[in-house]
């Protein structure tokens, strides 16, 4: 059973790297020579980045409740195509309106076919025991920075940024599309097929807490990825109007995915017997703590800022999958996902141009801004509804994983 998981989780994780360091990783590295050969302003082509992923928080649900119904397998398999088309879409453009096109186009994928789709595949694999695979999916694809950067760099200074793109689309029919297409189908022998909701595996809040704590999940998801997807487009700038070489600078950049993976190694060695809310508030405390030192002491301790945004970044991007899994429990799980995420989408959409309009007005205001908004979400996790009375003898589990 762990073997044919593994046939699983590797094919995706490597699906996923690929698709993330095409698309959201895209523009830190070709929005310059994009908007210089276009004809249109830096901030245009991330206004063009920010429509793609306005795009992708209205298909979010649609994308789940396919999943839901069919299973990953056909959906995943779909954005692979439709990212090779944006992509060739992109690498083609001559003005401002072709460029918005190409970017919606690739939201389209984005909505589809990044983690949240990912996540879904397998809770619909694999029902509540899903919490592993999903963090073995993450652990791969979080190198998707480390990954996507150099790599669209290299390209961009071999071929130029319409090479790169080009280049990017084809890795997507050549690599991205079997790997998909190697996932299992939703039919599974009985020990691998998801197991409706029995009584010990449903969840223990009643239908008011549910309504409040999807409204504090959704809160604090928008908050997170806010300042993740700030971090992703501004990270060097911000470094270095610290006081950064640019040198400096890219180098603490390139530290953020492998503590990420870091950090994910942690949930699945130490904190997977937990409950989930005990990662996420672990990992709502240490992008603060960052922030702050770099604020009191500047680009000495750039590195050590991305080392503690990094962990706590990627260990809420699993809780992003498992804490709801928990808490709401597996059935419907990739419709209501869909909707959990559609106002941390909608932040994600503005985030880059907002956080560049911050960013101009200085770095110790930014740096404020992502430790309020991260311990916003600490505070919002601590406010999460436990068991209700009826079910007190359960009520522990807040603090560790069922074993049912």
Known sequence: ?????????????????????????????????MARDTGVSVPTVYLAFSASMGLSALLGPVSGRWIDRLGGRPVLASTNLIFAIGLAALAAVSGPVGLFAAWLLIGVGMGTGLYEAAFATLVRLYGKGARNSITGVTLIAGFASTVGWPLTTLLNEHFGWRGACLAWAAIHLLIGLPLNLSLPRIAQDDSEAPVAPAAADAPTLSPGQKQRAAMLLAYAFAVTIFVAVSMASHLPRLLQATGATLAAAVAAGALIGPAQVGARLLEFSVLRRMHPLVSALIATLLPPMGAVLLIAFGAPLAAVFAILFGAGNG????????????????QGYGQRQ????????????????????????????????????WFSAFIAFLMLPRASSTQAGRSSEIFRESKA
Do not use: N
Not at 14 to 32: H, V
Not at 365 to 371: D, G, K, M, T, Y
């Open 338 to 373: 869909g909707l959990l995420l559609v106002p941390a989408r909608v932040a994600q959409a503005v985030a880059p141009w907002l956080f560049g309009l911050c960013l101009d007005r200085g770095p110790i205001v930014s740096l404020w801004l992502c430790a309020g908004l």
């Open 315 to 330: 260990m809420l991007t699993i809780t992003r999958g498992t804490l709801p899994l928990a808490l709401f429990g597996a």
């Open 1 to 33: 059973m762990a073997e044919r998981r593994l046939r699983t989780i590797i094919p995706l994780g490597i699906a996923q790297t690929l698709a993330w360091g095409s698309t959201f990783y895209l523009p830190a590295m070709l929005a310059a020579p």
